[in-house]
């Protein structure tokens, strides 16, 4: 599960049809590994992940304002907003606890 505060939230996956949902400006893959998020503003977001019901992982990505250029029209496109981490990327990787990653993709639940 991954929950967000502040001014992003996670594009949703792709309808059946491949169009992006209803009221979502983004969309990810069916089967991307990825989680791609969006912002309605600049500032501090914060995401969490959980795995299953206990353990969990988060990161604080800050959203800047940027103005988005159009081709050669002076005036751009508008703003938009981008995520940066501390050295100023703009990948941003969230650490998963390894015993989450240690089963494999076709490893069987136990009791």
Not at 3 to 12: A, D, N
Not at 55 to 64: E, G, P, Y
Request: net charge negative; glycine share 12%; with cysteine.
């Amino acid at each position: 599960m991954v929950k967000t505060t502040g001014p992003c939230s996670v594009c949703p996956v792709v309808l059946a049809n491949g169009s992006i949902p209803e009221g979502a400006h983004c969309a990810v893959g069916h089967y991307s590994q990825d989680i791609t998020l969006t912002a309605n503003g600049a500032g501090t977001c914060h995401v969490e992940l959980t795995f299953g019901s206990v353990a969990t992982s988060s990161v604080d990505l800050d959203f800047m304002s940027v103005w988005r250029a159009c081709g050669s029209d002076p005036h751009g496109c508008g703003e938009g907003f981008v995520a940066a981490n501390a050295d100023g990327t703009h990948f941003i990787q969230v650490s998963v606890p390894g015993p989450i990653c240690d089963a494999g993709l076709d490893a069987e639940a136990s009791d």
